[in-house]
């Protein structure tokens, strides 16, 4: 584990390493039920599924938008503004 560097240069301790997925019994046995599940619902309810998906790509765009940020912005606009700092939208 390395450390993190702030601003200023000063240490704020060891960064910390967060569990990956399939690494974790728990994420291998959801993943094993998730495929086989869409693996059933596939074979003997195909047309239910297909008459579903347009349904489920729109139903996916908010969430992801909602659990796929984890709550920072780390991108566009946002992620160049500081405090007491503005961006002057003109000069474009």
Known sequence: ??????????????????????????????????????VYLCMTHKDHVLALLPYAFLAACPLLHMFMQGGTVTGGINSKLTKGSSIDFRSR
């Open 1 to 38: 584990m390395g450390h993190v560097k702030g601003s200023n240069g000063a240490r704020h301790g060891p960064v910390q390493r967060h569990p990956i997925f399939l690494e974790d019994p728990f994420g291998i046995v959801a993943t094993l039920l998730a495929v086989a599940t869409s």
